[in-house]
């Protein structure tokens, strides 16, 4: 622990009187070894500690620091509590006085249950606190805990500043739904953080790697194509423009940003702008892949985009658009014929005035086609190396050579650093493909790395095309006849659509795909031998290199026996590359023909590993993904560290190691992109960060909290329980005063319902929430009244599957006054499409229309609108009204069904004959209005058809129904005699 992080509990533990108070760090500066440490300071004496809304990988990391020898189990450690335990299997737990990760939603049950006692939990540390706000469970859980245990503390942590001030006060309305008064700040630049992380800084070496051409040029035409979408939305004047600048645009919260404008007026904007919000998130992907991953991977991607989007998108209709997919497929091939005449190899003229060329000249190429016999169609593979493999591998290299002077220099030097430098180099990363990918470059040549991407992305083509077509009223002609046998003829009479370039070139790719195919096949027939063992499938292709070991192929070798095997597909592919009948040549990148002989290794150790092209020596690496969140730093204790994709909150943890351990000497690499927007963001994170520091410190000099903060929130509350619509039913006929009625209000809850904020909001209300397991509806509002609620996102897809008709069914079927409830969101549209939206026609897949449907046959099925959750509490509120309480016990047995048999006077679904009810209810002259009290007259269907028309008119309330009823009764059927 870093001497930081004891200031930081320290201002914890100062005044308990306080109950707590909300940290806020910069990224990346431990905040689990804190969480750690309150766990060593906590004895199960003072009572149980509950960890809220904590991650998988925060769990994780808490739990390797509390157990850094998973061999010795730790007593203290805290357990998880979930659903899997049964109710009084967690009782036990909460009176044990354990720390205890546990979900909100089984917390705030047991809490309004009463199986955990309140005066039984000592505190709360909630994670990730910049998540919550005034509506979440955390909130409720907190309230109803503060409002019987005064003496309880809350601790929240974040580590995300920038969230702290996303929307109007943040900080301030979080610390208020906490009930707490205490902000403490931690950024990098404070002055205790600075001192201990700048004592012992590690030694930093910062590497420039230039961008390829092309690389540049898609970065260059992304920027500017994000730039005139940003110019375009500038236009509707519905977005602060101090917001949309590239910079903000390379951010994920960029999207967080313009929709939060926009969401209220989402159902007043054109197609065009709200094609423009996503085009911008399209586009900071496409920046961010740039750099991430392989030439291949990035046109794979883009290929996905075109056949996606290309139908609606704006973006790709933008001036520059054409840049990025032509220097993107220029970085792994060019094409052409085999005269020179029109091959696509690099050229200073741009892409747009040599496609007009071609097409301008397109009568003359027909002719050059027809008339030169031995013109062929080439595929030249260029796959271009993304240019940080290069360096990484100059990198690993640089470091054992240093390694290895050291140890032979100084014998005593060796002795030393045996004890401290176990000789790891990690390698960090963003993803985990990224990782595997490097591991290969690594292990293998870094060309093979990228054959077996294009492998993959030829064999995708051929997946793609086997794929049935729809819609084709009749099959093609023979244009590209050959084609899947690897053979594209270029004759006179096949020139129906098939001399333009973009379909040779889609032609060239799919015969050179297919032969790769067939070639696989071919491989595994031969090397599939019973009599080896070792080898299981084999593949082939061409002159091509092997493949490397983790490609994964539809024809994959597991490298038992190389050299044979080898022989054999090169012996086999012998006839295939000297085959005149074909048309189509790919011409590999390298002059090589002959595959590597070498086996290779898992690489483990790097000294073992055989390098086909360097003898120079690698150390042993591991690799680090940032998104799996675990700590491997204090685990591993690397020597030397290349952060591959720079990350600010890794850089932070690389700090608190170096200053965790001051002895070790600890070498850091930086690779980055030179003037690419990898370190644009970079440097833009720490401004962006710095910049919500100081707001927040603006916002504290500011902060209006009261000084009883756990008092006034729940004085609070209980005014708005005066408020609530109680005092209608207040009884006034008495003199001297009103009384209230004793009764409170109770809402019977579904459990499922938990996970949304609703309960909450009601309780807020001054409603008692009852929790329990709901066959029928989800909120039970009063004996009569059974509520189905549905956010706009759950009303689209229960209409798609089809639920929402079965629980509408189940509420008509038990309740008098089912209800469906449809809830919009408050910072949303209160609207479900826009007015462009809306046809002319009435269509069955319209929203409206499956509305109109649902009601047409469901007649007594009322349909509230809701603008927000607060006021769906007023609409339950004055629903209840005059309304006697719900019964638990019966809302609970409503549609389950019953092993004893049909019960008098219960409500389980085998005392109602469901489908004489149905019956009854088609007859003609019963109406919604009416069935009920002819079932209330009669026991059943012959008793009906027996009344006369006097007694029916008194059951329906009605001559003309009953008279209508009894003329269908009594009416005679046709007979054929």
């Avoid at 990730?128 to 409002?147: G, K, P």
């Avoid at 985990?432 to 060309?447: A, F, G, M, R, Y």
């Avoid at 009416?930 to 059951?955: F, H, K, Q, T, W």
Wanted: one cysteine or more; a neutral charge.
């Amino acid at each position: 622990m870093v001497q930081f992080h004891e200031h930081i509990i320290a201002d914890l533990l100062e005044e308990p009187s306080d109950g707590g108070g909300l940290v806020v760090l910069s990224s990346g500066l431990g905040m689990h070894k804190i969480i750690t440490a309150l766990l060593h300071l906590h004895h199960p004496s003072e009572g149980t500690l509950l960890i809220l809304s904590a991650s998988p990988s925060q769990k994780h990391s808490i739990l390797t620091s509390l157990n850094p020898n998973p061999n010795n189990e730790v007593t203290n450690s805290p357990s998880e509590i979930t659903s899997d335990l049964q109710a009084h299997h967690r009782l036990s737990l909460y009176s044990s006085g354990n720390a205890f990760f546990i979900t909100s939603r089984i917390l705030i049950v047991d809490l309004l249950t009463r199986r955990l006692p309140t005066s039984a939990v000592a505190g709360v540390v909630l994670l990730n606190a910049h998540s919550l706000s005034e509506t979440c469970t955390e909130a409720f859980i907190v309230r109803i805990l503060r409002s019987s245990n005064k003496n309880l503390y809350v601790r929240a942590f974040s580590d995300k500043p920038h969230a702290m001030v996303s929307g109007f006060a943040k900080a301030e309305r979080t610390l208020k739904c906490l009930f707490l008064r205490k902000l403490y700040l931690w950024p990098r630049f404070q002055v205790y953080v600075s001192e201990d992380l700048e004592r012992y800084p590690p030694e930093v070496v910062d590497i420039r790697v230039p961008m390829s051409a092309y690389m540049v040029g898609i970065q260059k035409a992304v920027i500017e194509v994000m730039d005139a979408c940003l110019k375009e939305m500038r236009k509707t004047n519905k977005v602060d423009v101090e917001d949309l600048t590239v910079e903000n645009g390379l951010f994920k919260s960029f999207d967080e940003i313009v929709r939060r404008q926009l969401d209220p007026i989402w159902h007043t904007l054109g197609k065009k702008t709200k094609q423009l919000v996503s085009d911008l998130k399209t586009l900071r992907k496409l920046l961010d892949y740039l750099v991430r991953y392989d030439a291949v991977t990035y046109l794979k991607y883009l290929d996905s985009l075109r056949a996606s989007e290309s139908f609606r998108s704006v973006w790709i209709f933008a001036e520059s658009s054409y840049k990025i997919f032509e220097y993107a497929k220029k970085r792994v091939y060019h094409f052409g014929m085999s005269n020179g005449e029109n091959l696509t190899a690099p050229a200073k003229k741009s892409v747009k005035s040599k496609k007009r060329k071609l097409d301008d000249s397109n009568k003359d190429q027909e002719d050059s086609l027809v008339k030169d016999a031995n013109s062929r169609v080439i595929l030249e593979e260029v796959l271009e190396e993304a240019p940080k493999w290069k360096v990484l591998r100059e990198v690993l290299e640089e470091i054992e050579e240093e390694r290895q002077k050291q140890a032979t220099s100084i014998d005593e030097c060796v002795v030393e650093s045996a004890q401290d430098d176990n000789g790891i180099v990690l390698v960090a990363c963003k993803d985990e493909h990224s990782c595997v990918q490097l591991e290969e470059c690594i292990t293998s040549d870094p060309n093979k790395v990228m054959r077996g991407e294009w492998d993959k992305y030829l064999l995708s083509k051929v997946q793609l095309h086997a794929l049935p077509k729809r819609n084709k009223k009749k099959p093609q002609n023979t244009k590209g006849f050959g084609v899947l046998d690897g053979v594209l003829p270029l004759t006179p009479g096949k020139r129906v659509e098939g001399n333009s370039l973009v379909t040779q070139e889609h032609d060239a790719l799919l015969a050179a795909a297919t032969q790769l195919s067939k070639q696989a096949q071919k491989g595994i027939e031969i090397v599939d031998d019973p009599q080896n063992c070792e080898v299981k499938k084999g593949k082939g292709k061409g002159s091509s290199k092997s493949r490397n070991k983790k490609s994964s192929r539809n024809a994959s070798l597991k490298r038992g026996d190389g050299n044979k095997i080898e022989a054999a597909l090169l012996k086999e592919s012998e006839p295939s590359s000297k085959n005149d009948g074909k048309e189509v040549e790919i011409n590999p990148a390298s002059d090589h023909t002959t595959i590597g002989t070498s086996v290779l290794k898992k690489h483990v150790e790097g000294a073992d590993v055989e390098q086909p092209r360097n003898e120079k020596r690698i150390p042993p690496v591991h690799f680090y993904a940032y998104e799996s969140g675990q700590q491997v730093l204090d685990v591993l204790k690397p020597s030397a560290i290349v952060v591959y994709h720079p990350d600010i909150a890794f850089v932070r943890e690389i700090e608190i190691y170096k200053a965790e351990n001051p002895t070790k000497k600890v070498k850091v690499y930086f690779l980055f992109y030179e003037d690419s927007t990898e370190v644009q963001k970079f440097e833009a994170s720490i401004r962006r960060e710095n910049g919500a520091f100081e707001s927040l410190i603006r916002q504290k000099s500011m902060m209006m909290l009261p000084v009883d903060q756990v008092a006034h929130g729940l004085v609070r509350n209980s005014a708005s329980e005066t408020d609530s619509p109680l005092k209608q039913n207040m009884v006034t006929r008495k003199a001297g005063g009103q009384k209230e009625a004793d009764k409170e209000m109770q809402v019977i809850v579904d459990m499922r319902e938990f996970m949304s904020s609703l309960p909450n909001v009601l309780h807020q209300k001054g409603m008692n929430i009852i929790p329990v397991t709901l066959e029928v509806g989800d909120y039970i509002l009063s004996p009569m009244i059974c509520v189905e609620r549905k956010s706009i996102q759950d009303l689209f897809s229960s209409f798609a599957s089809g639920r929402l008709y079965h629980q509408v069914e189940m509420m008509v079927r038990y309740y008098r006054m089912p209800v469906l409830l449809i809830e919009f969101s408050q910072d949303k549209s209160f609207s479900f499409q826009s007015t462009s939206e809306i046809g002319e026609d009435v269509t069955p897949h319209n929203i409206i229309s499956k509305l109109s449907l649902l009601v047409l046959h469901f007649p007594r099925l009322r349909i509230v609108w809701s603008r927000s959750l607060h006021a769906t509490a007023e609409i339950f509120a004055s629903l209840k009204t005059n309304q006697d309480e719900p019964d638990e016990v019966k809302a609970t047995r409503v549609g389950v069904p019953s092993e004893e048999g049909v019960v008098e006077d219960d409500v389980r679904a085998e005392n109602y004959n469901t489908s004489a009810i149905e019956f009854l209810r088609r007859l003609p002259g019963v109406t919604d209005s009416n069935y009920r009290a002819i079932m209330d007259g009669c026991s059943s269907l012959a008793e009906v058809a027996l009344l006369p028309v006097e007694r029916l008119a008194e059951l329906m309330g009605s001559q003309k129904s009953a008279k209508i009823l009894r003329d269908f009764l009594d009416a005679k059927y046709p007979t054929l005699l």
